[in-house]
Structures are given as C-alpha cells and as structure tokens.
C-alpha cells in the first residue's frame, strides 16, 4: 500500500478541485503546492496568479512565499498586489485558494482575531489579499484543519465573506452574483455547499475516517448526504511530482 501523510493526502485532493484552462489565484503555503502539483498532472494549462503579482510563471523549486523571485521565474508579466486583485474585479480569476483560523457553515473565514475584535484572545495577521480574492473569484476553495475549533457555527470575525449569513447574503453586500466559497478540504474530508441554503456540505471522507469521526469534529450541523463517497488515495505517481515540487518538505513535511 502507498505510504502518504495528512498534508500529501490534502495537497492531491486539493489539487483535483482544479481545471485545466483555468485561472488560479494563491497564496503562499498548501495552495501552492496544489497549484503545482495540478499543473504537473492533470492540468498543464492552469494558469497561476501568484498573491504578490506574479502572472503564469514556471516556477523552477518550491517559493518560500509568494513574494520569493522564484514566483517570477519566466513569468508572462510581473505586477503587483492591486494589479491581481484588479484581475478578480474584472472577473477573470476562476479559483481562489485560501486558509484561515476559522471557517463557518457559510463558509466564511477569519484570519483577524479569536474572540471579541477589540479585547480578542488572540490577534492573527489579518486579510492580506484573502478578502479581495474571496470575495471576486468565481469560485474559493479553503484549506483547514478539521476540528471543532476551526470548523466553529459562527466565526469570531468575518475577514473573508463566503455566503455571510445564507442565500443572496453576497448580491446584498454588492459581491458579484455567482462568487463565492465552493470546497472545503481537511484532514478528514472533502465538503461542498447546498445550492439551496448556502450551508456546508459533506462530499467525501478521506480513507479511514468515519462519518462519526467527521461529526464530532464539526463545530455545526454538517450536511451529510445519504451516498458519502471516499477520496481517493494519492497515486505513486502523483506522490513522485509533489515530492519533487517540495523535495525539502517545506509544506509537505510539517
């Protein structure tokens, strides 16, 4: 049987979420291995905007951040900040990929602050590019920890909206009409959105984890269908690449 960890298992399921043809806006971390992984396997044509203005690169060893000159290795151009989160305002970055402290039924992230906003209990570093690529991309697709902690009903502080407090919440707020949150991946599963209610919605689990496992691990009423499929393993192929992309396990390795 192939050996993989938690991070491996997460970064291939995360790359499945992507397109060949498409335009992927990350930031440093887990979505970019994603994005490199996809590009080497299944989506060549996948276009990268890196946070920090670096458009379609082909990126030679694994950026430490998205600020790292390697992110404009052979680039097609390199902006700035306001010049990717321009792009979103013109509607052309099809995927977000984001992380958080927090992220709610919703879909909703804090990276701001655990607790009250002017007394909190702890003060994280805030939005960066998060809420401008959550909140113009077509579709954002969130990476976290699975538990009751980060997976809360509600989160302390909304830095990036998902669909806020349910159905039309963004058209209200003046996002764009389609946008919004579209995948979750955790440690323990794959989960989606019910087009009906806007709530988070279970899709898979990973290999070895049970349906109790992911509910006692969630911090609201998960919606759980009646035909919970299981996420594929990563493949030895798929493995070789990813370890290749981080040979020194950066990412994958912690």
Known sequence: MTSYTPIELMATVASHQLEDGKIEGVGTGLPMIAGLLAQKTHAPKLIIFFEAGSIAPQVPTLPI??????????????TGLAGIMETGQRGMIDYAFLGGAEVDMYGNINSTVIGDHDSPKVRLPGSGG?????????RTIIIARHDKAKLPERVSFITTPGYIDGPGAREEAGLPRGTGPYRVITNLALMGFDEETCRMKLISVHPGVTLEQV???????????????TSPSPTESELTVLRGIDPDGIIIGK
């Not at 998060?130 to 077509?138: Q, V």
């Not at 509910?215 to 499929?229: M, Q």
């Open 65 to 78: 951040s998205v600020g790292d000159s390697r992110c404009a290795h052979r680039a097609v151009a390199a």
């Open 130 to 138: 998060a809420n401008d690529f959550g909140s113009l991309s077509w």
């Open 215 to 229: 509910r006692e691990n969630t911090g609201f009423d998960l919606i759980i269908p009646d035909d919970v499929a």
